[in-house]
């Protein structure tokens, strides 16, 4: 399991303050944290990834690098060149691949799953995301494949 490190209240004009961090019970119990913080470019479109990020020190790889660690043991998910700066640091850009996946992506609701109504089957060998689809539950951001330089949900899970 992959849980969720972000930066608190950052904007474009200020810098976080703390980490904002699961609980030590799900902490514990996950196998890798991973950061969710992505940076917008000067005209709001986000067209990069920082490999590793955190509070003063990038310990923290991306959700995705970490994620990607889980099932491949080659993946270095925690860079041990530390950058130290004053509230959130990051480093390692990466430009991020918009790439549309043919067919979408499977999306089931939980409730479904729980209820069988879902071929277990399905799930096999695949990597699952739980998380929020509704549209007020995430924030809106301008992405390279946005159509006519419209907004595209980005849920933080």
Do not use: C
């Amino acid at each position: 399991m992959v849980l969720a490190v972000a930066p608190s209240g950052s904007t474009l004009f200020s810098t976080a303050e703390y980490e904002l961090l699961p609980t030590p019970l799900l902490a514990k119990n996950a196998a890798i944290l991973g950061h969710v913080h992505f940076e917008l470019d000067s005209d709001g479109t986000i067209r990069k990834v920082f490999l590793n990020a955190g509070y003063k020190e990038t310990k923290w790889p991306s959700f995705g690098l970490a994620l990607a660690s889980l099932h491949d043991e080659t993946v270095n998910a925690i860079d041990s060149d530390v950058v130290l700066g004053n509230g959130w640091v990051r480093k390692n850009p990466r430009l991020l691949s918009y790439q549309q996946v043919k067919g979408g992506i499977d999306s089931y609701s939980y409730v479904d799953v729980l209820n069988g109504t879902v071929d277990l089957t399905k799930l096999n060998d695949k990597v699952i995301l739980i998380g929020m689809t509704a549209s007020a539950m995430g924030d809106r951001f301008i992405t390279p494949t946005s159509p006519s330089h419209g907004t595209t949900l980005m849920g933080i899970y």
